[in-house]
């Protein structure tokens, strides 16, 4: 199935190469990274997960900045090769603690010993941490923690001057630590992504919640849970988008999922009778539960776009952005990106008076403007504008040459710029409000108290607003 599995490094250099089959030419791994590199396509300015080149099918994932990538010959699922790549990444996390190029370097030998272990003569296996720990003998070289750039699950994480500990993303399941006595303790993670399409006037078009209860445990004799969620939560569409509620995501409410599945280890004798969720949580990180809501629920951010002709060869563009959500809850950095007609020549900017923490810039090479808002001024409750004058080449203009004849074509601006996209995470909030009520851990003795981290955050999957 698979011929190769390699990972490279942002510049291309090999950390991991392992070649199952000795079908694919030499090389590959520098097709691939040129190929990737300078991508080029009239409508993705990235490569896509899955392409050809010259009989090969390349299938990658980028994760903390590296490429996993495999190659194969023959016809698969895109789907299932992906799926495992995401997954021989959080089983090397698990095992390392940090997933980087360090890392990978400094834990070569323990990082082939889980692919042999994973993926044998192209088939793969297993990919479970606690199945692994058994053929498994190399002990992690942990990174120094210290030493490491700012991650971004970590900045995820925070609540006021409140940081989670830095072992949420730098800890091994499996490294024995000094002194010999484990800290125990157990993260759970609702993560939310979220899909929302506006009109140009502010309007929600179509909207979804992708969302997942992540897990990572470190608990020892693997203990059973009980995880409580929400008691009015319900399953499929039963409920009516005119009467949803919209209080915030801080407090309880109804939840009306469309869909939901479940973790093999997950037992739901109860969760019928008192939405609770029993399970003996297996060693690493893993999903107890993904879901999806397509029902009208309020997004976090309100959009509004406008394009319109300020003149003979010029156009003026409006941005606004409200943050729909408590002014107890910052949102980190917020990206907003533009696609701008392809004659446009120059823009210039104009932000609201006093605004601070905000930068723009005119990428010219692919023809966007792009607005960048700091963490500090993204409160909730706040609204932020941007204007951008753009000018464009005389030869545009609409004019249009027919049989000798000059005939003015009026430029449609709708429909060659845009739409507007936006990327941001927010920490300690969720839009569908679905929340943990309780995380009890069964006791060992009197003494037992593990330590419990509940954390919440929604990240923009797909938030575009239309010209």
Known sequence: MISQFFVLSQRGDHIVFRDYRGEVPKGSAEIFFRKVKFWNDDEAEEAPPVFNVDGVNYIHVKVAGLFFVV???????????????QRIARVTKDYLGVLNEDSLRKNFILVYELLDEVIDFGYPQTTSTEVLKSYIFNEPIMVDAGRLPPLGPAAMFMQGSKRMPGTAVTKSVVATEPGGKKREEIFVDIIERISVTFSSSGYILT??????IQMKSYLTGNPEIRLALNEDLSIGRTGSSSTYDYRSSSGGGAVILDDCNFHESVHLDSFDIDRTLHLIPPDGEFAVMNYR?????????RVTSLIEEAGSCKAEVTLKIRADFSANVTANTIIVQM???????RASFELEAGAVGQNTDFKEGSRRI????????????????LRAKLTFSQESHGIILIEALLVYAPRNLTKEAGPVNMNFTIPMYNSSKLQVRYLQIAKKSKTYNPYRWVRYVTQANSYVARL
């Open 71 to 85: 190659t194969t010959m023959v016809n698969v699922s895109p789907s299932l090769l992906l799926e495992l790549l």
């Open 207 to 212: 909207s979804e919640i992708d969302g997942t």
């Open 293 to 301: 809501i397509t029902q009208e629920f309020k997004p976090p951010f």
């Open 339 to 345: 696609p701008v007609p392809s004659y446009t020549m």
């Open 370 to 385: 792009e607005w960048n808002l700091k963490k500090a001024c993204i409160v909730g409750g706040s609204e932020h504008t």
